[in-house]
């Protein structure tokens, strides 16, 4: 297989065009960068291509030849492969049952050896190293995303579509996974790479096409563009990569963590003793690869997970394990890492979801009755101001796009005026112009005199942002700087547990 060319397709959803006579050639050989607000229609032609969607018109041809892909099994026939933004993987299985799991070809006598054999000779040859027989919930995102890739490979895939694939890795991580893509290509794939990360698409495409609301914008080379142009060429305006704040001023401090020490879902000790405070007027960041401690911390501190010793203070009154609902009638917003776990209900519509922490409030809320005329007209707002992507207002939350429901997360938390923001990774999955909104408006709040502490592990996110940061390692902080008077290499020794 050459290449797959598509010719005029065209996809509408009810109240939404979200692909608008789009026409690419994707080749073999090379990366092919997909760019685009959310919302722009990248994923939704993807889907098109893995047959998951149906083009309403146009055709999709390979090799020259016009195909129909009905169905997923039709394009891995087609040698068409895909690796979901949220892995399909099954947790309490092995990393060969998984893979064996809906091949035709498995035998019904020992299937393991042959495909354990397979697999180490596919993972050898792409360099995916991973073990055969560890089951799916003791890999770290990384390696279960190597699985996701051999799957696809065992199946035949000529063509790779990577969906966000750095968005649950570390840093390190997304080092491998990017030498893995460099070698794909190297041995004739195709990958098509879906990222909002204007960095990681300079440092791995050969290729670069835009989309915005549902249209091809253009399509160039890295040694062709610049972050600048890209992030104009996908909303239409500039986009700024620096915040200017007002001069921090000292003031009181309104978050207080001593001595505290918070169990994991393991029973082991995740974080281990630390104290800090959060003063007003302050963004706190909090940097360190994901998995030492960060999680459990937001989520003692959010009324989400029990605290074993220590203490936490809010407005200096005790607030260790009392409920997220008495922590978020403090005046505490949350925009928490899991977001359809924690920040959403996914069968509840858009406006449900809009009125989550104040449903029972008035003016939404009067005698026990719901004003739903009022709640609708608050997220139609909300949904204005934050440029929300949705049909409307009753549209269950679940089929917007997982930008657009960071988006509805941080408009809900942002808007209600809270005196702390306890923000973790917020803008994850956002495109350029939401992540420079969401950060703006953090800003904002900081200058105002609200206290954000920040966590995320996007260390340009930590190192524009805020005022002190906090480096985590291992369930301790190992490390306290502020940004400017530090060295790369000194934050890397940080985040390491070397320094």
């Known amino acids: 297989m050459q290449n797959i060319c598509l010719k005029e397709i065209y996809k509408e959803f009810p109240g939404v065009i979200a692909n608008n006579k789009i ?33 309403d018109e146009g055709d999709i041809f390979i090799d020259g030849k016009k195909v129909r892909i009905r169905n997923p099994k039709d394009a891995i026939n087609h040698g068409i492969g895909m690796v979901h933004q949220h892995f ?54 990384g390696e279960q995303q190597r699985v996701e890739i051999i799957k696809a490979l065992i199946r035949g895939a000529k063509f790779l579509i990577l969906d966000e694939p750095t968005s649950v890795l570390t840093p390190l991580e997304v080092e491998s996974l990017f030498k893995t893509i460099k070698n794909l290509v190297s041995n004739g794939l195709g990958v098509i790479f879906i990222s909002h990360k204007l960095d990681e698409v300079f440092a791995i495409s050969d290729r670069i096409t835009v989309l915005r609301e549902g249209k091809v914008i253009g399509t160039t080379t890295p040694s062709s563009t610049d972050k600048a142009t890209l992030a104009k060429m996908m909303v239409g305006r500039e986009i700024s990569f620096t915040f200017n704040k007002k001069q921090q001023v000292k003031k009181d401090g309104v978050l207080s963590v001593e001595n505290l020490w918070i169990k994991g879902d393991k029973g082991v000790y995740s974080v281990k003793d630390i104290s800090f405070n959060l003063n007003e007027g302050e963004i706190l960041g909090i940097a360190g690869v994901s998995g030492n401690g960060q999680k459990e911390l937001i989520e ?3 009324g989400l997970r029990k605290s074993e010793k220590g203490e936490i203070k809010i407005f200096g009154k005790s607030a260790k394990n009392i409920t997220a609902k008495d922590i978020n009638n403090l005046g505490v917003a949350h925009i928490p890492e899991e977001r ?11 406006f449900e979801n809009a009125i989550l922490n104040n449903y029972d409030k008035e003016p939404i809320s009067k005698n026990g009755l719901l004003n739903i005329n009022l709640a609708k007209t608050k997220t139609k707002y909300l949904v204005e101001k934050f440029k929300i992507s949705a049909p409307s207002m009753d549209t269950s939350i679940k089929l917007l796009s997982g930008g657009n429901i960071q988006k509805l997360i941080c408009a809900r938390e942002l808007d209600s005026n809270p005196k702390i923001i306890i923000a973790a990774h917020p803008t994850y999955g956002l495109d350029v112009a939401a992540t420079e909104f969401i950060r703006s408006l953090l800003v904002k709040k900081r200058d105002e005199g609200c206290a954000v502490l920040l966590v995320s592990e996007d260390l340009e996110e930590i190192l524009c942002l805020s005022d002190r940061v906090l480096v985590f390692f291992s369930g301790i902080i190992c490390g306290e700087f502020v940004p400017g008077n530090i060295t790369m290499e000194e934050i890397g020794l940080m985040m390491a547990g070397a320094k």
């Open 23 to 55: 026409s690419i050639d994707f080749n073999c050989g090379e990366v092919h960068a997909l760019l685009g607000e959310n919302g722009a229609g990248k994923t939704t032609l993807m889907n098109i291509i893995y047959g998951i969607y149906q083009a």
């Open 88 to 141: 399909m993987l099954v947790q309490n299985h092995t990393v060969t049952e998984n893979v064996c799991l809906g091949l035709n070809e498995v035998s019904f006598f020992n299937p393991q050896k042959y495909f354990s054999e397979k697999l180490l000779e596919i993972s050898e040859k792409y360099g995916l190293k991973i073990n055969p027989q560890a089951k799916i919930w003791q890999l770290s995102a």
């Open 300 to 302: 003692a501190l959010t």
């Open 340 to 350: 359809l776990k924690y920040g959403a209900i996914p069968s509840f519509s858009l």
